[in-house]
């Protein structure tokens, strides 16, 4: 069964840094792109990042890009979110998802966690 | 970047009801169009990829097409199970956009 469980939110200043992980289990990790998406209170779904499988290839949305980073451990199944300079429009439940396919660049989303939650605020 | 619009926002529909959700690309994606089913503290769950693909276990009442720039999610005959947020998302090219979702409700 894949299961995919986020953890590392909380509640920082604006400027502060967080760093989300999401530790993956059912299927082979190091074969799948993966995704982040968000969704602020009230709103809707925002895609945010995707990492490929292999050579760790990179998609970001224009509203983090310079700010956050993601990455991936294969040796630990984990996909994780670095955030920096967080301003008060990053506040929202993130969610990690799986790749339908193994096909970089192509985001269907199969698998979603059940999200952590971002508050920043002063 | 593509722009995803979707049309209504909301509807309320009866249990058997028939529904349709559009969605509009600002530009021509081809199909690669999903749709996405969301529920309160829930996950959101994948119905169909590549603008008309069933995703495994999803009921055939979901059913979508389209292509290049205008998309339909149809809901045969809608089940108490339904009753949720839809969303479709552009995966032709980064950023991945979203559509902002539709409500569906009981009416």
């Known amino acids: 069964e894949v299961q995919l469980v986020e953890s590392g939110g909380g509640m920082v200043q604006p400027g502060g840094s967080l760093r989300l992980s999401c530790v993956a289990s059912?299927?082979?990790?190091?074969?799948?792109?993966m995704s982040w998406v968000r969704q602020a209170p009230g709103k809707g779904l925002e895609w945010v990042s995707s990492?490929?499988?292999?050579?760790?290839?990179?998609y970001y949305a224009d509203s983090v890009k310079g700010r956050f980073t993601v990455s991936r451990d294969s040796s630990k199944n984990t996909l994780y979110l670095q955030m920096s300079s967080l301003r008060v429009q990053d506040t929202a439940l993130y969610y990690c998802?799986?790749?339908?396919?193994?096909?970089?660049?192509?985001?269907?989303?199969?698998?979603w966690g059940q999200g952590t939650l971002v508050t920043v605020s002063s | 970047d593509i722009q995803m619009t979707q049309s209504p926002s909301s509807l309320a529909a009866s249990i058997g009801d028939r529904v349709t959700i559009i969605c509009r690309a600002s530009?021509?994606?081809?199909?690669?169009l999903n749709w996405y089913q969301h529920k309160p503290g829930k996950a959101p769950k994948l119905l169909i990829f590549?603008?008309?693909a069933l995703q495994s276990g999803v009921p055939s009442r979901f059913s979508g097409g389209g292509s290049e720039t205008e998309f339909t999610l149809t809901i045969s005959s809608l089940q108490p199970e339904d009753f949720a947020i839809y969303y479709c998302?552009?995966?032709?090219?980064?950023?991945?956009?979203f559509g902002q979702g539709t409500k569906v409700e009981i009416k």
């Open positions: 059912g299927f082979t990790f190091s074969r799948y792109p």
């Open positions: 530009q021509s994606i081809d199909t690669y």
């Open positions: 998302q552009q995966s032709y090219s980064s950023p991945f956009t």
């Open positions: 998802a799986k790749n339908l396919g193994l096909q970089w660049g192509l985001p269907e989303l199969d698998y």
């Open positions: 590549a603008t008309s």
């Open positions: 990492i490929s499988g292999d050579d760790g290839g990179t």
